[in-house]
């Protein structure tokens, strides 16, 4: 038997994906999660073998969700499932340890697949995004990504100095550095571009 953790923050959608995989009588949902600190303890609570996760989801996303359980010594295999079909997100999604990928609007049949497959050490990852995420790397550093997150959430410069124990000048470096790397005209545009690529 395969063991289930669902995070997503929808419950309409944790439901389905729920009432999905029960069908199998090879796969157990062992626990659902609404928020990425939720999915995070229940990871670590109940040991499943498979966490299947959302990026967008309240405390934390499904990438640093993946990064959190792989720095825990967590052995659970991890699915992104996502509406954001961006090969920035699949790289990130990669370099923090997942072993899928896959789009909310794939059919259904191959969801349990690839929960098989990742269970079983390979890999589940929707083949166009697996061509695009090769051809335009993200320029951002993980320093980078985080200032202008802040940024892009509206904090100040000394608001972003103070919760990561950086000074104001450093602050501007990054975003000015950043903002010339998407070449962007201010914090904004170079927030939504990053966007728009997966990269934020």
Known sequence: MIRI???????MVRGALTALLS?????????EARTGPEALAAALQHKPDVVLTDIEMPGMTGLDLAAALHEKGSTARIIILTTFARSGYLRRALEVGASGYLLKDAPSAQLADAVRRVAAGGRAIDPTLATEAW????????????VLRLA????TGAEIAR??????????????????????????????L???????
């Open 5 to 11: 953790l669902i995070a997503e923050d929808q419950g």
């Open 23 to 31: 069908i199998e009588s090879d796969l157990e949902v062992v626990a």
């Open 135 to 146: 051809t335009e790397p993200d320029p951002l550093t993980d320093r980078e990504r985080q």
């Open 152 to 155: 892009d959430e509206g904090r």
């Open 163 to 192: 919760e990561l124990k950086l000074s104001e000048g450093t602050v501007r470096n990054y975003l000015s550095e950043t903002i010339g790397k998407l070449g962007a005209r201010n914090r904004v545009e170079a927030a939504r």
């Open 194 to 200: 990053a966007r728009q690529k997966g990269w934020l």
